[in-house]
């Protein structure tokens, strides 16, 4: 069940910390009864901001895919790049 709290609960600001950093979930704060600002611990932003980034990546090349990309086996990948960082 998601957190939900009023904006004027943002004045406590060293409760609602102690909250977002022990849900580790967004707080959705309401604003006359509607939806309008969301809150988390910056721990939480950032495993949100890594999972959008692998998200990303896998669609790209889920796309590249279905746009005809050569396909490589994973141990000629592997090469290429122990050659291209390694020498």
Same mark, same amino acid.
């Given at each position: &069940?998601? *957190?939900?709290?009023?904006?004027?609960?943002?004045?406590? *600001?060293?409760?609602?910390? !102690?909250?977002?950093?022990?849900?580790?979930?967004?707080? +959705?704060? *309401?604003?006359?009864?509607?939806?309008?600002?969301?809150? &988390?611990?910056?721990?939480?932003?950032?495993?949100?901001?890594?999972?959008?980034?692998?998200?990303?990546?896998? +669609? !790209?090349?889920?796309?590249?895919? *279905?746009?005809?990309?050569?396909?490589?086996?994973?141990?000629?990948? &592997? !090469?290429?790049?122990?050659?291209?960082?390694?020498?």
């Amino acid at each position: &069940m998601p *957190t939900i709290i009023p904006i004027r609960d943002l004045r406590k *600001t060293s409760e609602l910390s !102690e909250l977002a950093h022990k849900k580790q979930e967004p707080i +959705y704060v *309401t604003k006359k009864g509607y939806s309008d600002l969301v809150v &988390m611990s910056s721990e939480f932003y950032e495993r949100l901001v890594q999972s959008n980034k692998i998200d990303q990546a896998i +669609y !790209e090349v889920e796309k590249e895919i *279905t746009e005809g990309a050569e396909l490589i086996a994973l141990k000629d990948a &592997m !090469e290429g790049l122990n050659k291209k960082y390694y020498g």
